[in-house]
């Protein structure tokens, strides 16, 4: 998939739903329905070095967890995660 076809594809409710699904379920690794701080450390620094080639900071993990649990519970649910997701690929596109 090139950049044009994924920049139109992130408006597709469908597609964000879709790709959300697979990084979900495969970084949840206790299945408990939701993403744990450490869950999340995987995703992102597997993220980081898949497409920057770097490990992202503590610092920047600890603020990007913040920002995602909107309801504070320490933990990440599904849509929690899918907005993640989107502004992820959109910035990807704008990259």
Do not use: W
Request: net charge negative.
């Amino acid at each position: 998939m090139n950049i044009n076809n994924l920049a139109q594809k992130i408006e597709d409710d469908a597609f964000i739903t879709e790709v959300t699904k697979k990084y979900f379920t495969h970084y949840d690794r206790n299945n408990d329905n939701l993403l744990e701080k450490k869950e999340l450390l995987t995703v992102m620094t597997d993220i980081a070095q898949t497409f920057f080639g770097c490990t992202p900071e503590k610092g920047a993990i600890e603020s990007q967890f913040s920002q995602l649990d909107k309801d504070n519970n320490n933990r990440i649910d599904f849509a929690e995660f899918k907005a993640f997701i989107k502004d992820y690929l959109k910035m990807m596109v704008d990259f």
